[in-house]
């Protein structure tokens, strides 16, 4: 049974950091490129990073990159994925969804929504100005 959960969620002052985590187990996480996304209300869901399965090479959104941090640690069943926050903006507060791609590189394709199949619950982060 496939299973993403997300948790690391909350209420954050402007400036503020959070570490989201999504532990990933049921199928062969550890050889697909996961990501991280975003959607705030009204809005369409949104790439934020990713990073490959191998951990070698990762890729930001350009509204995220120098803030956030994408890594990802193996276990024998487990792969679980950090989203690393750092001065955080208003315009950050979304619901944040992990997910795993279909393939295991990393593309043009890789922050496209439908290029992704197993999706999780999503997890709440709300920055305050």
């Known amino acids: 049974q496939v299973q993403l959960v997300e948790s690391g969620g909350g209420l954050v002052q402007a400036g503020g950091s959070l570490r989201l985590s999504c532990a990933a187990s049921?199928?062969?996480?550890?050889?697909?490129?996961m990501g991280w996304f975003r959607q705030a209300p009204g809005k369409e869901r949104e790439f934020v990073a990713a990073?490959?399965?191998?951990?070698?090479?990762?890729?930001?959104a350009d509204s995220v990159k120098g803030r956030f941090t994408i890594s990802r640690d193996t276990t024998k069943n487990t792969v679980t994925v950090y989203l690393q926050m750092n001065s955080l903006k208003p315009e950050d507060s979304a619901v944040y969804y992990c997910?795993?791609?279909?393939?295991?590189?990393?593309?043009?394709?890789?922050?496209?929504?439908?290029?992704?199949?197993?999706w999780g619950q999503g997890t709440q982060v709300t920055v305050s100005s």
């Open positions: 997910a795993r791609q279909k393939t295991g590189g990393i593309t043009i394709t890789t922050r496209l929504p439908e290029s992704y199949d197993y």
């Open positions: 990073i490959k399965w191998s951990a070698a090479s990762a890729y930001y």
């Open positions: 049921g199928r062969a996480f550890s050889t697909y490129t």
